[in-house]
């Protein structure tokens, strides 16, 4: 059985742990026990993603870098084309190493726009802060940390002119097919007729593919999970034992629902601070995260299911991995 009483008095606590704190008892005390795949990215989370990206089984990355570096021209002249005038605001920019091929092709074709990076990691849009003008210096940049939404709304106050908003390396996966509609419908609350949305989608191929991309051979992703308990442990004084925890990744090709799930190997409880406990069973999953996949027809019925219309789609030359391009 799961005990949570009363919460610390919130004043005892700063509002971004507060939340994190709130997210994970929420989480723990649910039926299926989940966290939030956004709390992955703390200092040591950004690491190991970076290490993900570079693992050869995780082909997503590799897939659409392809599509950056062979085919920012296009993408530019199709953002010209449909948005004319723009300011290009990137979710989830990372390290931005993809998307620094489509800022330098518009720099180069002399596009007058500001790059507004959000990121919910305060480290990466320090890095990118620091190091985006050494590479880019005409580059106008301007670092967004924080949650999607919050900061959208935020962007107004700094930006007049039309938005393409860049959602690239399957963010979107990370929400399950009825998520990913509210999210695209919320994100559509933001935007105004003509803006452009360029979404990357890890398409639907062979299973054994796309479940190797979550398990690779050196462990890394199975470390990327971990490192979350790891971070509850540290910042909210939980003990979680991750030797009585197994990495568990799954793929339902007929669904295309690829879930992350900790196996809990034995019965045991775990303490959040003085106030939380929360008991696994054996055999017991903690989902983690889902990273869907879709079929370009799913892709479509999405942007008509949200308001918004597709416009061009751009491929890796496996055609595995897709960037589509939507305009309000
Ligand atoms: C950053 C959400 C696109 O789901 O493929 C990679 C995160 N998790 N390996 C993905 C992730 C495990 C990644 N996204």
């Known amino acids: 059985m799961t005990v949570i009483p009363t919460l610390p008095a919130p004043c005892k606590r700063k509002p971004a742990t507060d939340s994190f704190y709130n997210d994970v008892v929420q989480g723990l005390s649910a039926p299926q026990k989940h966290l939030d795949p956004k709390y992955f990215y703390d200092a040591a989370g950004d690491a190991l993603f970076q290490q993900i990206m570079q693992c050869h089984e995780y082909y997503l990355t590799g897939c659409e870098m ?15 084309k449909y948005a004319g005038a723009f300011d290009l605001v990137e979710l989830g920019a990372g390290d931005a190493t993809k ?28 890095q990118l802060e620091k190091e985006l003008p050494a590479k880019l210096p005409h580059l106008q940049l301007h670092g967004l940390n924080g949650e999607y939404f919050h900061m959208l709304q935020q962007l107004n106050e700094y930006s007049t002119r039309k938005k393409v908003l860049l959602f690239m390396g399957a963010n979107i996966g990370n929400f399950n097919t009825a998520a990913a509609r509210s999210f695209c419908q919320q994100l559509r609350q933001y935007l105004q007729p003509g803006d452009l949305l360029l979404t990357g989608f890890d398409l639907k191929k062979h299973p054994q593919i796309i479940l190797n991309a979550y398990n690779d051979a050196t462990g890394i992703t199975r470390a990327f999970n971990f490192n979350l308990l790891h971070r509850i442990n540290r910042e909210l004084h939980a003990d979680f034992d991750i030797t009585k925890f197994e990495h568990f990744p799954t793929y339902d090709p007929s669904t295309g629902a690829c879930k992350s799930y900790l196996i809990s190997l034995e019965k045991q409880l775990v303490h959040i601070g003085e106030d939380v406990t929360v008991s696994f069973a054996e055999n017991e999953a903690l989902y983690m995260e889902i990273s869907q996949k879709y079929t370009l027809e799913e892709t479509d019925q999405l942007a008509a299911q949200t308001g918004f219309k597709p416009v061009s789609s751009f491929f890796d030359s496996k055609k595995w991995f897709v960037d589509c391009l939507w305009q309000c």
């Open 66 to 80: 392809e599509i950056l570096t062979s085919q920012s021209p296009q993408i530019a002249q199709a953002l010209q």
């Open 99 to 126: 998307s620094i091929h489509l800022l330098r092709e518009l720099l180069d074709n002399a596009v007058d726009y500001t790059y507004f990076p959000i990121d919910i990691s305060a480290n990466v849009i320090k």
